[in-house]
Each structure stands twice: as structure tokens, then as C-alpha cells.
């Protein structure tokens, strides 16, 4: 494609050249990230927050402010409905029940089902607890932080303590803004969300290491190019691969965010932005981040990294 042509040359952009700014620009949004993360919160799925999710099919479009009202004197309080789809004859309606156990919870919903009537057709009824919500969360923030923790042991066993630190910075870079993100826009935070998450921390990783594998073979290559330059280099060499495998990626996610409804709503969007800010730290973060080392006045190896470079 003529449109993609010009990353296909070889590129000589001074991109360490904008490091300062791209540092404030970091900061920047990470600082906003975690003002909307501790002001705003998220909005948290039944997967989370606990409550009731049922999933409705009529014969012809549903009224929702005629539903909405029926459902009204359930007993029930925060009910949310939506419509799934584009004939509006798919709704799926949520409740929270906090406090409510397992048998309650099943009450209040053939309280909805006699509310509604016998002219739907419950596709899909889902029940969760508070106290399995919280466990669910818990388990969400474990799995995310152990995902960085291992990804930047993984990258300290193939490299140097440096590309390591750089890899940590970078990803949680990456999860915080993107996650301030999924607040700001209010987006359902559910456990398809942290695997999209987790989606992202793959994703993101392997573009720093091919980043990272390009610097330290030029490293080897160039022994008495300056580092700047070097790192300049290496960036530019793997341009194109990073910007093609983007817009790649992102024309699939971009079809599920558009296409994949109101369901996969939060996940298509995590990977989207993901992929975005995945490669503007491997490039602005986590390569540019280096620069603060000399990297070819290593330490004594064996007492930082026991098991060598791979």
C-alpha cells in the first residue's frame, strides 16, 4: 500500500531529540491517570462489583423507559438497562444487590422474571456475590502486578538490571494510563477487561524487546558510535516493523470496538489504546530511558545478573 510506503525506507528521525518532552508528556499523563483513578473510580461489571446481569430477547423493539418503569417496583435498587445490537429487541438489564445472598439474589430475579412476563426470552442469567466480587478484584490486581514483575524478570535474564528497570517503568507507564483511561470514559471493568489488560502487558513487552534486542546488538556492532546516536539508530531500524505491526493490530481491535458490540466494548478499547501507547513508550520510555546509563560500562555481571545474557 502506497499509504504505508514511506516506513518501509530506512528512516533517520532524531527521536531522542524529543525525549525531554515525551518524559513531560509521560508524566503528564500518568499524573492525570491517577487523579481520575482516586477521584472517579471505576465502574466496576457484576464480575466486581457484585449484583444480578440478566440478558433479554423480545419478538419486537423493547420500550425501555416503559421496561424501566416496570422494573421499578421490583425492589431492586441501581437498575441499569441497555440494549444489545442494532434492532433494539436485545436488552440486558443489571442490578446491584449488596448485602443480598445467593438465595435472595435468585428471588429478586423470578421477581424480575414475573415483573417482565412470559413474552422474553432469558438468554443469559448471571449472579454474583459481594464477597466473590471482592475476590475477583483482588485476584485481578495480584494477576497485573505479577504480570510486570515477571515480564521484567524475564527481560533482566536476557539483558542487563538497565532494559529490566526500563521495562518496568514502561508497562506500568502503560497499564496506569490506560486504566485512568477506562475511568475517565466510564468503561464496565469486568475480568474480560484485566485479561485485556494483561493482553496489553504481552503486547507491549514484546515490542520493548525487540527495541531492546536492536540496542544491544548495535551496542556490539557499533563500539564507538556515541550512545545518543546509538540509541537513535536503533529506534530508526526498527521503525517500520513497530508502526506496521501497529496499524495491524489496531485495524483488527478497531473492528471489535466498532463491530463487537456493547459486550466487548471495554476490551476492544483496551487494546486499541494499548497498542497506541505501547509503542510510544517502547520508543519514548523504555529506549529513551536508557539513555540515563552508560550501557557499555557494565558492572561485574555474575553480582547483578547470576544467570548471565541470554
Not at 465502574?43 to 440478558?55: Q, T, V
Not at 440494549?83 to 440486558?92: F, N, P, R
Not at 442490578?95 to 438468554?123: C, F
Not at 443469559?124 to 502486578?145: C, F, H, N, W
Request: some cysteine; glycine content about 8%.
Amino acid at each position: 500500500m502506497k499509504i504505508f510506503s514511506w516506513v518501509t525506507k530506512e528512516t533517520n528521525i532524531n527521536f531522542m531529540k524529543m525525549r525531554k518532552l515525551g518524559f513531560a508528556l509521560s508524566v503528564i499523563m500518568v499524573v492525570l491517570s491517577l487523579v481520575c483513578i482516586f477521584t472517579k473510580g471505576f465502574n466496576y461489571g457484576i464480575d466486581f462489583s457484585g449484583g444480578i446481569l440478566i440478558e433479554i430477547k423480545s419478538s419486537q423493539p423493547v420500550n425501555l423507559d416503559e421496561m424501566r418503569q416496570k422494573l421499578s417496583g421490583s425492589g431492586l435498587e441501581d437498575i441499569t438497562l441497555q440494549t444489545i445490537g442494532d434492532k433494539g429487541d436485545e436488552v440486558m438489564i443489571r442490578a446491584q444487590a449488596a448485602g443480598l445472598d445467593e438465595k435472595e439474589q435468585m428471588s429478586a430475579v423470578n421477581s424480575i422474571k414475573e415483573t417482565l412476563g412470559e413474552s422474553y426470552d432469558y438468554r443469559r442469567v448471571e449472579l454474583v456475590g459481594p464477597q466473590v466480587g471482592d475476590e475477583l478484584k483482588t485476584a485481578g490486581i495480584i494477576a497485573s502486578i505479577i504480570a510486570v514483575l515477571a515480564i521484567s524478570a524475564y527481560i533482566w535474564v536476557r539483558f542487563e538490571w538497565q532494559f529490566a528497570l526500563g521495562a518496568m517503568v514502561s508497562l506500568s507507564h502503560d497499564l496506569l494510563i490506560t486504566v485512568g483511561l477506562l475511568s475517565f470514559f466510564a468503561f464496565d471493568f469486568s475480568l474480560t477487561t484485566v485479561a485485556a489488560i494483561l493482553t496489553l502487558a504481552g503486547y507491549s513487552v514484546n515490542d520493548k524487546v525487540v527495541t531492546y534486542d536492536r540496542i544491544r546488538e548495535n551496542l556490539r556492532k557499533y563500539k564507538k558510535m556515541p550512545q545518543y546516536d546509538l540509541l537513535n539508530k536503533s529506534i530508526n531500524d526498527i521503525f517500520s516493523r513497530t508502526i506496521l505491526t501497529g496499524v495491524t493490530t489496531m485495524l483488527a481491535a478497531a473492528s471489535l470496538f466498532v463491530f463487537g458490540g456493547d459486550t466487548l466494548r471495554s476490551f476492544s478499547f483496551t487494546i486499541l489504546w494499548g497498542v497506541i501507547i505501547g509503542t510510544y513508550s517502547s520508543i519514548y520510555v523504555a529506549a529513551t530511558f536508557l539513555n540515563l546509563f552508560d550501557l557499555r560500562k557494565q558492572p561485574d555481571e555474575k553480582s547483578i545478573n547470576p544467570f548471565g545474557n541470554v
